[in-house]
């Protein structure tokens, strides 16, 4: 997901939507690997709140979410993903879009 300078809240939650959609098409049973590209991007309780969202209805629905890979994260936003890393193991903060589909890909391979 690029959301790289989005900084309109309703253009983020509009960009999360769209792609619950797209990974809801994917059969039950399948793990959707994620890479989600945030320079420069917008942070809000209601966008976190609709991730959480999302995470659960794909999970509803049989699809399995992770590993994921974030790039463009910086500040208090890094902070935070480092953070989330002590409790998603499956969750990889890279500083390259090349480096995190490295990552993704060895994941799916292991």
Same mark, same amino acid.
């Given at each position: ?31 959707? +690997?994620?890479?989600?590209?945030? #320079? ?6 209601? @966008?976190? *709140?609709?991730?959480?969202? =999302?995470? $659960? ?25 480092? +953070?989330?890393?002590?409790?998603? #193991? ?6 390259? @879009?090349? *480096?995190?589909?490295?990552? =993704?890909? $060895?994941?799916?391979?292991?």
């Amino acid at each position: 997901m690029d959301q790289s300078d989005i900084r309109d809240e309703a253009e983020a939650l509009k960009l999360i939507d769209a792609v619950e959609k797209e990974i809801l098409t994917l059969p039950k049973g399948h793990k959707a +690997l994620t890479l989600y590209y945030s #320079k420069n991007s917008i942070v809000s309780s209601a @966008i976190s *709140e609709r991730s959480k969202r =999302l995470v $659960a209805n794909i999970n509803a629905q049989g699809i399995t979410t992770g590993p994921s890979a974030i790039v463009g994260s910086a500040g208090c936003q890094k902070a935070v993903v480092q +953070l989330m890393q002590i409790f998603i #193991k499956d969750l990889h903060l890279a500083d390259t @879009i090349e *480096e995190a589909k490295d990552w =993704l890909i $060895a994941q799916k391979t292991e």
